[in-house]
């Protein structure tokens, strides 16, 4: 059975042959994680925590909200394992970043009786019948509107807000789009962004049937480059600084004139066990 691709695989390709060889080819664990990665994950899990209370009737405080989300901060970091790349940079600022995206989408949303929500980290598959391609997503949250088209939500914590042009041609949302319509055929599908750290602001795009039908060319595209890889080159930028493999990775450790750590080797697996008779 052909592999099941992602979003998420997809760029990191993209991004860095060495990096996907080390995470999805030998299966890398990754001993550390950004800062911002690490902030993205609470807020997207205190906003699912929100959505769940409120499908049963119950909308918490603000105040319930930001403390959960404290929790859920404090029980997860580990200063060994994330990162805090920008210098100068201190970990309460993240932490205040994290709460200000919180209480943003709270006050524009409360009391969050806009719209249905049919699923929340929703796990959607496609299968591409004409290049034979499988994907596969997990929508932050989809939705029911008013006027009965279904859309697709994505928080985002990042800093800055992409032009309109750059999300009409996002792939990510557009992928899930793929695997949703068939859930719901004849249904107008939107494609909305929450930009948390900015008032919670909001980005909406559709796609036509030519642009999707384009979107699964360019996806076959870029699988049948990852297939037909061999050498798996390093491909150095300013996103070295956030990799998980930065300390292994010959290239990154060029970059910082240092020697790269040698590779984890895989532990043996144990001898099968005899049974007693």
Request: hydrophobic content about 35%; glycine content about 4%.
């Amino acid at each position: 059975m052909p592999p099941v691709y992602s979003h998420s695989r997809l760029s990191c390709f993209e991004d860095c042959p060495k990096r996907f060889h080390y995470r999805y080819v030998m299966k890398l664990p990754a001993e550390t994680e950004s800062i911002e990665a690490f902030l993205g994950k609470r807020v997207h899990e205190v906003l699912e925590r929100l959505h769940q209370f409120v499908a049963r009737g119950l909308v918490p405080s603000v105040e319930k909200v930001l403390f959960r989300f404290r929790a859920l901060w404090d029980e997860a970091f580990d200063a060994d394992r994330v990162r805090i790349v920008r210098e100068g940079e201190p970990l309460g600022a993240y932490l205040e970043t994290g709460e200000r995206c919180v209480r943003n989408f709270y006050y524009k949303h409360y009391p969050f009786d806009a719209d249905e929500t049919l699923g929340l980290e929703d796990r959607v598959t496609f299968r591409d019948p004409e290049h034979g391609f499988r994907v596969q997503g997990f929508i932050d949250r989809l939705v029911r509107a008013r006027d009965g088209a279904v859309e697709i939500h994505d928080f985002k914590t990042s800093r800055r807000i992409p032009s309109q042009k750059r999300l009409d041609d996002d792939r990510q949302l557009a992928l899930y789009q793929l695997a949703v319509q068939e859930r719901h055929p004849d249904t107008p599908i939107r494609l909305v962004w929450h930009y948390l750290a900015h008032g919670a602001t909001t980005r909406v795009s559709e796609r036509s049937p030519d642009q999707l039908a384009a979107l699964r060319s360019e996806v076959a595209e870029v699988i049948a480059r990852i297939e037909r890889e061999e050498v798996w080159e390093a491909r150095p930028s300013a996103l070295c600084g956030w990799c998980e493999y930065r300390e292994v990775c010959p290239a990154g450790a060029a970059r910082e004139g240092r020697v790269p750590r040698p590779l984890p080797v895989a532990e043996p697996a144990p001898p099968p066990q005899l049974e007693l008779l």
